[in-house]
């Protein structure tokens, strides 16, 4: 069944990518499992330019991040959700990551740096990168309510896709939603 699924979720996406069509209505047929949670908005939301600490300590925005697809997570050391879906995202990095796409983790509120890394070592994550909005002005400004959130950006840094809650990101509807954002013309 899982291959059949497979199969059917790859021909849509052969579709999108011949056709160069990636609305809403295509996307939304690749949502399958957790992918189902997805809210695909009808038209692109302003994104934020809240300033966040970067990994090296500057203050930067996601402007750093134009050009790109961003699937960009909200979570926390303490969330116990957040622990179960880091590892996919960051098998999503290691599949798709590059010039066309990123996965940018922050975690929002008070998260010590070492408690971070412990996080990040405990679960064998090593390609992601540790970001802060130690104040939640950056998750304020975009709306996030509870722990984890993953919000997808689009080039122009304008959301156009958001989950509330825990996903397998390395599923391959979520694979599939992604290519298919990557391969679609701007």
């Known amino acids: 069944m899982r291959k059949l699924r ?3 979720l790859y021909t849509a996406l052969a579709f999108v990518a011949n056709t160069g069509l990636a609305d809403i209505a295509d996307i939304a047929a690749l949502r399958e499992g957790d992918m189902r949670k997805l809210t695909l908005h009808s038209a692109p939301m302003a994104g934020s330019d809240v300033p966040f600490t970067g990994q090296d300590g500057s203050e930067m ?4 991040y134009r050009g790109q697809y961003v699937v960009l997570n909200f979570w926390a050391t303490w969330c116990a959700p957040c ?5 996919h995202l960051a ?3 290691s599949e798709l990551g590059g010039d066309a796409m990123q ?11 070492p408690a971070m890394e412990r ?13 802060t909005d130690g104040r939640q002005a950056l998750a304020r400004s975009m709306g996030v309510l509870g722990l984890p959130v993953t919000v997808i950006l689009d080039p122009q840094g304008q959301e156009i896709a958001r989950l509330q809650g825990d996903a397998d990101w390395s599923s391959d509807s979520a694979l599939a939603i992604m290519r298919a954002l990557i391969d679609t013309p701007a």
């Open 6 to 8: 497979s199969a059917l």
């Open 103 to 113: 996965v940018v983790t922050i975690a929002t509120g008070r998260n010590p740096r």
């Open 91 to 93: 098998a999503l990095q």
């Open 119 to 131: 996080f990040f070592a405990e679960i064998a994550v090593d390609n992601l990168p540790l970001h």
């Open 83 to 87: 622990r179960k879906e880091m590892p």
């Open 61 to 64: 925005t996601l402007a750093a």
